[in-house]
């Protein structure tokens, strides 16, 4: 064979290597990548069913110790009101050979119920947004009349991408996206800012402002039971006899007389104060008529007492303090909206009616040294007048029956 015919052969040769070699790396390259693949989505599986562990841990620890978080995490470094953590990697018993979980329990309680809340309410805790308060309030009424600021279903059906509004409670949280003017931003601030946002877009989350998602929920409720989850007495309802039975270690029979005279209308001697024995002159006795069963009529005295924090009128704050637990103005076996006492923020309870920052800061302090058993345990405290415990006390609660979870599952 000639020389030139050799070379021929030689780069012949020279180029099928290559292509092999090419069609090598790339099948090496596939296999690597699809071997890759194949574990991350095993890794995720695994991940997965290790934050749905971390959940059922969670259900397990609130179903059987519920009374253990109705106050703050003494680990909660966050902004959030986190009554629980755990943390596999830290569990004795729950070491796991492959990863860990994390999950946290948020109370609910602990914010306004965006569905309740009154317009005193949103108006402190919005106070620098009042064209958010009428849209809230637009949104969950059920008439076509626009507030000032708000706006109705002719607003909504205006937009470029349309939608109607509810004209009923809200069903989600995140329902508040489709507020008026709400932005991604307001509700969950920061976090609610796309990482490829512009410089003016990223601009949009105010630092100051606490976002809507922490601020509210739809989910808080509370039983209308006491702690011993025994039936609270119907102080509506109620007579002497069955005021004695369940308060008789409290209350004397004359002061349990003078409830039942202050709730029917006349005239009770209220708690003694340095001039003496002050006498409560309860509502005007209205008379009802109510059809008689022989065709006449007879009078019923009306009743009145709208809430039990009313009995300080008649009675001494420690006896107040002592009893309020027990008793009830309310015929509903649930109570929609109450705040947790022990888990909400300064800002949250500021924002209750009779309430103030520096009350809420002195309620805060407070439960740090002592959590409160009881709403009627406010009134050990200085800051708490009678009639700010008058208008607060019905929309708190110092439990929790509805957990906000959240879990992350890690392997590797």
Do not use: C
Request: charged share 25%.
């Amino acid at each position: 064979m000639r020389a030139r015919d050799r070379g021929v052969a030689l780069l012949a040769t020279l180029g099928v290597l290559s292509v092999l070699l090419v069609l090598a790396s790339s099948y090496s390259l596939a296999v690597r990548t699809e071997t890759r693949l194949t574990a991350s989505a095993v890794h995720r599986t695994q991940a997965s069913w290790l934050a749905e562990a971390g959940l059922q841990r969670a259900f397990v620890e609130l179903r059987d110790h519920p009374e253990q978080f109705a106050v703050l995490s003494e680990s909660n470094e966050t902004s959030q009101p986190l009554v629980l953590t755990i943390d596999s990697a830290e569990e004795s018993g729950l070491s796991l050979s492959e990863g860990r979980f994390v999950v946290n329990a948020i109370d609910e309680a602990a914010r306004v119920n965006v569905n309740t809340a009154s317009d005193q309410i949103l108006e402190k805790l919005l106070a620098d947004d009042p064209g958010l308060v009428d849209a809230i309030m637009d949104w969950r009424d059920g008439d076509a009349a626009s507030r000032e600021s708000g706006a109705e279903r002719e607003f909504y059906e205006s937009l470029p991408d349309p939608y109607e509004s509810r004209d009923d409670w809200f069903q989600t949280l995140p329902e508040m996206l489709l507020l008026r003017d709400v932005t991604p931003a307001r509700f969950f601030g920061e976090a609610g800012v796309s990482p490829l946002a512009d410089e003016a877009e990223a601009g949009t989350a105010d630092t100051e402002l606490t976002p809507l998602s922490e601020l509210f929920t739809v989910d808080s409720y509370d039983q209308n039971l006491n702690a011993a989850g025994e039936q609270r007495v119907d102080l509506t309802e109620a007579d002497s006899e069955e005021l004695s039975e369940r308060l008789g270690d409290v209350l004397a029979p004359e002061e349990v007389e003078a409830i039942i005279e202050y709730r029917d209308g006349g005239t009770a001697q209220g708690p003694a104060t340095d001039d003496g024995p002050v006498a409560v002159v309860g509502p005007p006795a209205a008379a009802e008529e109510t059809p008689g069963d022989a065709g006449g009529e007879e009078s019923e005295t009306s009743r009145w007492l709208p809430t039990v924090a009313h009995l300080l009128d008649v009675l001494d704050r420690d006896k107040v303090q002592r009893i309020y637990d027990q008793l009830t103005t309310s015929a509903d076996s649930t109570l929609l909206g109450l705040v947790n006492v022990n888990t909400a923020s300064a800002e949250v309870l500021a924002s209750l009616p009779g309430m103030d920052a520096t009350i809420a800061d002195a309620l805060v302090q407070a439960r740090r040294e002592q959590p409160f058993e009881t709403v009627g345990d406010l009134l050990r405290l200085t800051e708490i007048s009678n009639e700010v415990f008058k208008q607060v006390a019905p929309l708190l609660t110092t439990r929790s029956l509805a957990y906000r979870l959240t879990a992350s599952g890690t392997v590797g």
